[in-house]
């Protein structure tokens, strides 16, 4: 079983340390097996589109899935924001070919909501795009971080103004696989631009 500290022995990061499991793999399972049976209630016979947001969203996405007794087509998109510092930039989104969402019952899939720039840019195109209806699914929500205010409909876990790594979750590409969410405490001496400009060594 991977661990919050067996995982930190093997895979340091030069620019800060696992610190402590924010939310564990048990606390999260049962959570997701309960916004899976809402999510089915709430859309009853529906034939949805569950949309991945990539990468973060693939774990909590394959879980979610499972969990919604609909049929369903598991679609991906990829969200990228490239803003030197900030978190607040230009979202570019990579649609994978083929994506049918005329018409259709989109639940969009996002593994974390901080600003909410991302959901605005995907929500935006998914209208473009003449999808029926629009939801968010969203495993975490930092209230207190939300610049964008937005409509999120089904939410896992409301957390503290931390950054997290875990279940899909990354810092630099690094701890996707933990089994549980954890926070990741940056190394202050540390300080330098980083990717996307949401890395906790450099707040907005
Ligand atoms: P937003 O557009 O500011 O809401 O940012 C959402 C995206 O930023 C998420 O899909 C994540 O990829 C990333 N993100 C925001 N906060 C965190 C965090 O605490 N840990 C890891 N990624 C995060």
């Known amino acids: ?13 030069p620019r800060g340390r696992l610190e402590r499991t924010l939310i564990d793999a048990e606390t999260l399972r049962a959570r997701v097996l309960e916004l899976g049976a809402e999510i089915a209630a709430d859309y009853e016979e529906r034939d949805i589109v569950l949309l991945c947001l990539l990468k973060g969203g693939i774990y909590f996405t394959a879980d979610l899935s499972r969990a919604i007794d609909l ?3 598991v679609e991906f998109v990829r969200a990228r924001s490239y803003a030197g510092t900030e978190s607040s930039g230009d979202v570019v989104l990579s649609w994978i070919d083929g994506l049918e969402i005329a018409g259709r019952d989109v639940l969009i899939v996002e593994d974390i909501v901080d600003t909410g720039l991302t959901l605005i840019e995907i929500w ?10 629009l939801a968010i699914c969203a495993l975490l929500y930092k209230e207190k971080r939300l610049a ?24 630099d590409e690094r701890f996707r696989n933990l089994p549980h969410i ?8 540390a ?8 890395s906790p060594l450099n707040p907005p």
């Open 182 to 189: 954890a926070v990741f405490q940056p190394d202050e001496s």
């Open 1 to 13: 079983m991977i661990t919050t500290s067996s995982l930190e022995r093997r895979s340091r990061h």
């Open 148 to 171: 964008h205010s937005f409509p999120v409909r089904y939410i896992g876990f409301a957390i503290e103004d931390v950054f997290v790594v875990g279940y899909g979750l990354d810092y």
């Open 71 to 73: 049929p369903m087509t």
């Open 191 to 198: 300080r330098g631009p980083s990717r996307q400009g949401r």
């Open 124 to 133: 935006k195109a998914l209208e473009e795009k003449g999808a029926a209806s």
